[in-house]
């Protein structure tokens, strides 16, 4: 038999072995879950439902039973890993950075659901679908029904207020900051702010000439021990320690509840809009 | 030396220089700096403490990278040699990259990116030595392997690196001069005058080696000397415009050929002129990356390999 029949065969053995299985769609009420990214892990704990989870994104630190689930990786997702765990459901960001990895799962099968984060009406209709994957609908809608209140009642506070010019960084070196059409420009405006980069879509890094020149008069920094070092070393002598900026009012918030897409941004809504009364 | 060709090149790097003072992302009136009190004033005066030091800094890094490639293009007679293909510059992205990753400070980084420059000369020297002399066909195929071996560590470094530690890393490995200080110009100056004054001095011994190495070496040259000599300077040269400015390329392979078109091929002429244009180059790139998508950047990496694959393409067509 010559070579090139036998590498035809096994070529062909290998595409039988290997063809796509069936797509299982997930459970009415999911009892393997995996999820992506940290927001997504405590919104699954917020409903009710992190005894289900089976495996969860490296940085899933909160709440602290989340800690002691089996992590599946960071910013780097392996899809071996999560596809070990026998998911029945797997929730993904869909604005994360590993969508190569999504796409490998789902093309092996993997009841993988996408959830939305990009704006505040996002995240809780990130919460409702996830409700809706996970089987609780009822625990979903009452936990977006109550963000929705403390929503409201924020706007009702801040409105008729003077809104200070203000720029959340989410990284100081170099500067990076929340630009238009992400839930933290939204969480500004909702909390009194005007966001000066509102006008830039996305995370824009900012020049060192427009950062010591812009009239700020609030900085939003995420607060954590990772990032503490790296904005007290750009105010002391970096970005940050010259022009109006080096004089504005800094809020501190907590750089977890803050960075992530979850329930407890609407603490932070809250925080702010109480900081800048 | 064309004495034409050096006025030009310092005529144009001024020029340069004073429009790039005046461009940028946040309006500056030279009224209000000269005269301006108050608010005013003190904007201005910010904005030109910003300004002046990053276009020094821009100009010394352009210069150290055209005159490294003019060097090695002469010494390897290759007009492809540059110090990015010779593993150079990611020797050095790869010595700061593993000092970020080590947590150490980031003041230490330069130091970094210059020990590993020049652990990736004295490297890809030793793999091209051979019977003690330096083969110059086997240096660029060192060269090439190096570069292999260190994109593969900096893939590493980036996959191990946390997602913070990552960004600051990636912006860096882009190239930026956005955090030019007037202590880092005066940091770089000492290594770009001695690194520019060997080179220079070296110009006429290189000018021998285009009529070939043994023809060279029977007109009196020292040719083993010389080309260590003049290879590590141009890696020096590198090294500390890594450090300084992080991976900026194309400006060592494109300024050389630029000005070898205009004022021919006399290494007495082409070292200096390169080192000027370079130095002309980074300063325009630069004053485009802060005034193109205020107020953010664009990566000035970017700039300079958006102007230099198409005038890299029109140079070879021209070349008969």
């Known amino acids: 038999m010559s070579c090139k029949l036998i590498s035809v065969l096994a070529s062909a053995a290998i595409l039988v072995a290997c063809r796509a299985p069936e797509r299982v769609a997930s459970p009415a009420s999911p009892h393997r879950v995996v999820t992506l990214a940290p927001n997504l892990t405590e919104i699954v704990f917020a409903l009710g439902a992190g005894d289900a989870l089976v495996g969860v994104s490296e940085y899933s630190d909160f709440p602290e039973a989340a800690r002691r689930v089996p992590r599946v990786g960071g910013l780097e997702v392996d899809p071996e890993k999560v596809a070990a765990l026998h998911p029945d459901l797997v929730l993904a960001m869909a604005e994360g950075t590993a969508r190569g990895a999504v796409s490998s799962m789902q093309a092996a099968g993997l009841p993988v659901a996408v959830i939305p984060s990009g704006s505040l009406d996002a995240v809780l209709a990130g919460i409702r679908q996830v409700g809706e994957r996970l089987g609780r609908t009822a625990e979903a809608e009452r936990l977006t029904r109550e963000l929705e209140r403390r929503r409201a009642e924020v706007a009702r506070r801040v409105a008729g207020r003077r809104r200070p010019r203000t720029l959340l960084l989410v990284w100081p070196d170099p500067p990076q900051a929340a630009g238009g059409g992400t839930f933290l420009d939204d969480l500004l405006r909702e909390a009194g702010a005007d966001n000066v980069v509102a006008a830039r879509p996305g995370w824009p890094v900012l020049s060192p000439e427009w950062v010591a020149t812009a009239p700020v008069e609030v900085l939003v920094i995420p607060d954590s021990d990772q990032t503490r070092e790296a904005y007290a070393r750009a105010s002391a002598s970096g970005a940050l320690s010259r022009g109006p900026i080096a004089r504005a009012r800094v809020v501190r918030l907590d750089e977890s509840a803050l960075t992530r897409p979850g329930p407890r941004v609407f603490d932070m809504l809250e925080r702010l809009a109480e900081s800048l009364s | ?320």
């Open chain 2, 1 to 320: 030396m064309k004495r034409s060709a050096i006025t030009l090149g310092i005529a144009l790097l001024v020029l340069a220089c004073a429009a790039a003072f005046l461009v940028g992302g946040v309006h500056l009136s030279l009224g209000d700096l000269l005269s301006g009190r108050g608010e005013e004033g003190q904007t201005a005066r910010l904005l030109a403490s910003l300004r002046a030091p990053r276009i020094a800094l821009a100009a010394l890094v352009g210069g150290c990278l055209a005159l490294a490639g003019a060097a090695l293009q002469a010494l390897l007679k290759n007009p492809l040699a540059d110090p990015f293909l010779l593993g150079t510059s990611g020797g050095a992205a790869v010595g700061a990259a593993l000092a970020a990753l080590a947590g150490l400070s980031p003041l230490v980084s330069p130091a970094a990116a210059f020990v590993g420059a020049a652990a990736a000369s004295l490297g890809v020297a030793l793999l091209a030595r051979r019977g003690g002399r330096l083969d110059l066909q086997r240096l660029l195929l060192a060269g090439l392997i190096a570069n292999a071996f260190f994109s593969a560590l900096l893939l590493g470094a980036f996959s191990i690196a946390s997602g913070e530690a990552a960004r600051s890393m990636l912006f860096w490995m882009m190239g930026s001069l956005a955090d030019a200080t007037p202590r880092k110009v005066g940091a770089l100056l000492p290594y770009a005058v001695t690194g520019a004054a060997v080179l220079v001095a070296a110009a006429a011994r290189l000018n021998l080696f285009s009529v070939g190495e043994e023809n060279a070496a029977a007109l009196g040259v020292d040719t083993e000397r010389t080309k260590r000599v003049v290879f590590l300077a141009a890696s020096l040269l590198t090294g500390v415009a890594v450090a300084f400015a992080g991976v900026i390329g194309f400006v060592g392979l494109l300024v050389p050929h630029a000005v070898r078109s205009a004022f021919g091929n006399d290494q007495r002429t082409l070292l200096p002129a390169s080192f000027l244009a370079g130095a002309t180059l980074l300063v325009a790139a630069d004053a485009v990356s802060r005034a193109a998508i205020a107020p953010a950047e664009l990566p000035i990496g970017a700039i300079t390999a958006a102007l230099g694959a198409p005038l890299f393409a029109w140079l070879l067509l021209r070349t008969p």
